[in-house]
């Protein structure tokens, strides 16, 4: 495709919080397979993929071409929605049963995520934009998928890895709430649910370790699974905490126009209801399920809502662009 073409302008134009355009669809995707619908959850996983490979070319095309612009937009939160793309595809990917693809894509994401996160954390500041929960957020995607491989494969020393991850990406909560600037709830322009979308995606991260605890190999003592069932369960509740006061800012301050953050929006949403529906299974909390089938449909909702406005202002700027 020719570097002129309009596509390949507006794709250059496109911000790196993009890239949660793609954790959006693709946790959507994770939980519509969840709960049981298979065909609505392949056709929104192809969405996320046909985003995905744009974004990546693109991606790769700045690193070659714009050296300096790369490196710009790689020190920003939204930088990290690289890596947390790749983890959300990979965990739907082996869900599917293609172990080898899962693999390959927690081997990049595990290479980019040590030089995004130093970059982020070295250009941190005080106050900061929801984006600040993505360091969480992709170190908490790379547990998720590293325990959903340890399951699918047995693999003891992958899920002992998964939980350091799974600490670590705590521990950066904490260093992301003391920069997040909390006029965000009311002020925000979407990415502000990822303090919310952050501790539902480390709830899923405990969910997914206890689930390959009892997938066969002897992975934790009684102790060990006490703590990671009782962090579990705290997470999600805070996580719920936040969803309730994000909203009321919502309500209170209404925000309806699109913009690229709202799909940072979409992804807590979605998260929220994988997270449900994971823990009813892992945890044996059955009534968590009809929690996650009515978060999944909000998320889906707003998935379709945030698309539309995403397709419409794409559909303006090609055509003046053309």
């Known amino acids: 495709m020719p570097a002129t073409s309009p596509l390949r302008a507006w794709l250059a134009q496109?911000?790196?919080?993009a890239g949660a355009a793609v954790?959006?669809?693709g946790i959507v995707s994770v939980g519509l397979q969840l709960a049981g619908y298979d065909v609505l959850s392949l056709t929104v996983l192809a969405v996320a993929?046909?985003?995905?490979?744009?974004?990546a070319a693109d991606f790769a095309v700045r690193l070659l071409r714009d050296r300096p612009r790369w490196l710009a937009d790689a020190g920003t939160p939204g930088g990290l929605t690289a890596v947390a793309a790749t983890t959300v595809l990979g965990t739907r990917f082996s869900a599917l049963g293609w172990q080898t693809l899962a693999a390959a894509l927690l081997a990049l994401a595990f290479v980019l995520w040590p030089w995004l996160l130093v970059l982020v954390v070295r250009n941190s500041r005080r106050p900061m934009?929801?984006?600040?929960?993505?360091?969480?957020v992709a170190t908490e995607g790379l547990a998720v998928l590293g325990a959903s491989l340890a399951k699918a494969r047995?693999?003891?020393?992958?899920a002992h890895t998964a939980l350091v991850f799974f600490w670590l990406g705590l521990a950066l909560y904490l260093l992301a709430l003391s920069r997040f600037g909390l006029r965000e709830v009311l002020e925000g322009h979407g990415d502000q649910w990822v303090a919310g979308g952050a501790l539902a995606i480390s709830a899923l991260a405990g969910a997914k370790l206890i689930a390959a605890g009892s997938a066969g190999p002897y992975l934790w003592n009684d102790d060990d699974s006490g703590v990671l069932r009782t962090v579990t369960l705290g997470l999600f509740v805070l996580d719920l905490c936040w969803y309730a006061v994000l909203l009321v800012g919502e309500f209170?301050?209404?925000r309806l126009h699109y913009?690229?953050?709202r799909w940072s929006t979409v992804f807590p949403l979605g998260m929220t209801a994988a997270a449900a529906l994971?823990?009813?299974v892992s945890l044996r909390m059955p009534e968590l399920d009809v929690l996650g089938q009515v978060l999944l449909w909000v998320a889906a909702a707003a998935w379709l809502a945030v698309g539309a406005g995403a397709v419409a202002e794409a559909r303006a700027d090609l055509r003046a662009a053309g």
Not at 14 to 17: G, M, S, Y
Not at 49 to 55: D, P, Q, R, T
């Open 14 to 17: 496109r911000p790196p919080a």
């Open 23 to 25: 954790m959006a669809s």
């Open 252 to 254: 209170v301050r209404p």
């Open 154 to 158: 047995t693999v003891p020393w992958l």
């Open 49 to 55: 993929c046909v985003a995905y490979l744009a974004l």
């Open 278 to 280: 994971s823990i009813a």
């Open 129 to 136: 934009p929801g984006a600040v929960f993505l360091c969480c």
């Open 259 to 261: 913009d690229v953050r």
